[in-house]
């Protein structure tokens, strides 16, 4: 069909229009002023530090990425081999990406408060805007060409298919190791320079008489921008490539259903860059309300290019398919089931703001709980974290039964899961503000804080740079739970796409309870997000317990420090968190490989799939509770320190303080973690398929290397 070419070039002009517009941004940003040398000097030396990170983990996953190539290619072929090659290049580029334009950007905020929040704001989201339409431009850039460079090669659309799903292990393995590697980094640097700074020498954050100050904003580059773009770019990517999938295996390989969300894919990213235009403040000052208009106009211009899409290829390509028939031979129906993934992304962000913003219940609940000391401190946070998996779970649950009905999944119940695929494809149409959103907060939270080691006039601090700090807070718990949300879905239609791989919809792999097998996979499938998170939550306390030892170290041992008269070495403590951080992540993300390999080949295909459900399940709620847990902890810390209960200094800040260290790991590297490794394992499953057909030779796969 002739539409399926047009399609494809469609979104690979809308990828690169992504580019561009990244690129263009990117050199507005760098011609902006950078402020007196001080300010320049302590950039640079966050720069430095973020470049030496990243240069050793690309470097250690690159040894690992060459074996697995060479496993990939014996054992599944070429295409899915450099599908796997591109899939963790483009996860690479696109953490590469939100690094360092945060980190060239942050100095630019400090200085663009001296003109006006506004001025600031714009610096700041313009910043991180880079970073998003760079990502959604890329993935929908990668999908695409790879797609066209396979099948034009092979000339067959089964194998271009399957290559793709390397292209989804090469991206979500990279993404592994951007969270953990990023996420111990960022927290242990966190950690100690809290314990010491605060807790002990009653210092401000940022201070930079503390010697861990500089590691503590690389980590916020490393964790945030780094992690979280490699995050989104795999998740986007795996969720558009599961939807095409299911649609190939339901309504066939030449169905422009199969390419239909690399449509909706390129209809966002026009949307995503006109709903930059949206984020300005207005008379009311609200910082968090000229982010959320931006967020708005890009969903509601998505939700009517979505529209347009759909009446184009039910009215016009496909009016008389059984496609066309199964979603009622209405565009109205599939805008609706598009219009839940955009709903689902508002409301997982209103959800996670009540959670973890400083104006509502929850935070302040656990600010009041530290008058009380560390342990009710830490037992209220324990509290809010499991009440706030309860609403976002049942916002998912509707979401998935509202687009499964909507797409006719009763009667065709392959259309539905088609159907649930769209609904988080439209979710993640949203990734590329999402990602300016949440890139915006570490790049606040630098601009602060070099304003702090600059010694810059505090009223640019109190008036313009601590409110937009304290929004950068917000947007990142928000954003994390939009990540979590989206991978939910996600996982659902690759496990779905799992279900339906050994066979046609009608004899998919059936799940009993009485079958010891089913029962065996979900007991270890549950456990496996419980000990990926014991493992980073130690990872971090080690890393942590050093840079502690050699913070108290430096206060001990050069004179001078406390009163300002001696510099601390700040690079010590930059070299410790990167050498954790990158020993430490090796056996973690090897967890999410051995697991379902170890599973499939020795219990069976059957109990591999209940192992994807059990995942699913714990890591969902895992991922939620920590990162809310985690938020709330934080922003009561930062309550506390507005003067709230006695205000910095008293036993209550002490007890806060707590709190938030043990939150930091929750809300910045264990749970932001599971996203990837609920989908590594689940897009591992996947590729595995052939030769699990081949080990158990009694079910036929439908898609073959």
């Known amino acids: 069909m002739e539409v399926i070419p047009t399609i494809l070039v469609f979104a690979i002009i809308c990828g690169v229009l992504g580019l561009i517009y990244g690129i263009s941004v990117s050199f507005w940003v760098n011609k902006q002023p950078a402020g007196s040398p001080r300010m320049q000097e302590i950039a640079a030396a966050i720069k430095e530090g973020a470049d030496a990170f990243l240069k050793r983990e690309y470097t250690t996953f690159s040894v690992v990425g060459v074996v697995i190539f060479g496993l990939v290619w014996i054992l599944l072929g070429w295409p899915a081999a450099f599908g796997f090659l591109f899939g963790a290049v483009g996860s690479a580029t696109a953490g590469y990406v939100g690094m360092m334009v945060s980190v060239r950007a942050n100095v630019k905020v400090t200085q663009a408060a001296h003109v006006s929040l506004k001025h600031a704001l714009a610096m700041a989201f313009r910043g991180g805007s880079v970073a998003g339409l760079m990502v959604v431009g890329l993935a929908l850039l990668s999908i695409a060409a790879y797609y066209k460079v396979v099948y034009a090669i092979t000339g067959s659309a089964e194998e271009a298919f399957f290559a793709l799903i390397g292209l989804c292990f090469g991206c979500a393995l990279v993404a592994v190791f951007a969270r953990i590697g990023g996420g111990i980094y960022t927290k242990a640097a966190d950690v100690g320079a809290d314990l010491v700074g605060k807790a002990e020498k ?14 503590d904003q690389v980590g916020d580059n490393v964790g945030d921008c780094a992690g979280m773009a490699a995050d989104l770019y795999e998740t986007y990517i795996v969720t558009l490539v599961a939807t095409m999938l299911i649609a190939m295996a339901v309504f066939g390989y030449e169905s422009v259903w199969a390419f239909f969300p690399l449509f909706l894919g390129g209809i966002s990213i026009v949307a995503s860059i006109l709903g930059t235009f949206f984020v300005y403040l207005d008379k009311k000052q609200y910082i968090m309300g000229a982010l959320y208009k931006g967020l708005a106009a890009s969903g509601i211009l998505a939700a009517i290019g979505f529209f347009g899409a759909a009446v184009l290829v039910i009215g016009v390509i496909e ?14 129906i599939v805008l609706l089931i598009a219009c839940i993934g955009l709903v689902v992304t508002g409301l997982i962000v209103v959800i996670t703001e009540y959670f973890t913003a400083k104006d509502w219940g929850p935070v302040k609940t656990i600010a009041a709980a530290s008058t009380t000391g560390h342990g009710t401190n830490v037992i209220a946070g324990l509290a809010v974290g499991m009440r706030a998996t309860a609403m976002p779970a049942i916002v998912i649950v509707s979401a998935i039964v509202g687009s499964f009905l909507l797409g006719g999944g009763i009667v065709h119940p392959g259309i539905g899961l088609y159907a649930i695929g769209l609904a988080a494809a439209a979710m993640l149409s949203m990734t590329g503000v999402v990602v300016a959103i949440d890139s915006y907060g570490p790049i606040t939270d630098n601009a602060a804080g070099i304003a702090e080691m600059a010694e810059m006039d505090k009223k640019y601090r109190s008036e313009i740079l601590d409110p937009l700090d304290s929004v950068g807070n917000t947007t990142k718990a928000v954003t994390k739970g939009y990540a979590i949300g989206s991978a939910a879905l996600c996982a659902l239609v690759l496990f779905a796409k799992y279900t339906m791989a050994f066979g046609p919809l009608e004899i998919e792999l059936v799940f009993m309870l009485a079958d010891p097998f089913v029962i065996v996979g979900l007991l270890i499938g549950g456990g496996i997000p419980f000990y990926f998170g014991s493992k980073l939550m130690m990872a971090v306390g080690k890393a942590a317990g050093s840079v502690v030892d ?11 420090i406390m009163e300002g008269t001696a510099k601390p070495q700040y690079g010590t403590c930059v070299d410790i968190v990167t050498k954790s951080a990158i020993r430490e992540m090796i056996v973690p993300a090897s967890l999410t490989i051995i697991a379902p390999v170890t599973v499939g080949f020795i219990l069976g295909p059957v109990a591999l799939g209940a192992m994807l459900i059990g995942v699913i399940i714990t890591g969902l709620y895992l991922a939620i509770s920590m990162t809310s847990g985690g938020g709330a902890w934080d922003n009561a810390k930062k309550l506390v320190e507005d003067g709230a209960h006695g205000g910095k200094g008293s036993e209550t800040h002490k007890a806060a303080v707590t709190g938030d260290t043990v939150g930091d790991p929750y809300k910045d590297t264990a749970g932001p973690a599971m996203n990837p490794l609920i989908k590594v394992i689940n897009v591992v499953a996947l590729l595995i398929v052939p030769l699990l057909a081949k080990t158990y030779p009694g079910l036929v796969p439908s898609l073959v290397a």
């Open 202 to 215: 009653g210092i401000p954050e940022d201070d930079p008489r503390n010697p861990a100050v500089i590691a």
């Open 319 to 332: 009016p008389d398919t059984f496609c066309a028939v199964a979603f009622g031979g209405s565009p109205l």
């Open 550 to 560: 050699e913070v108290r170290r430096q206060f001990r041992e050069i004179l001078g």
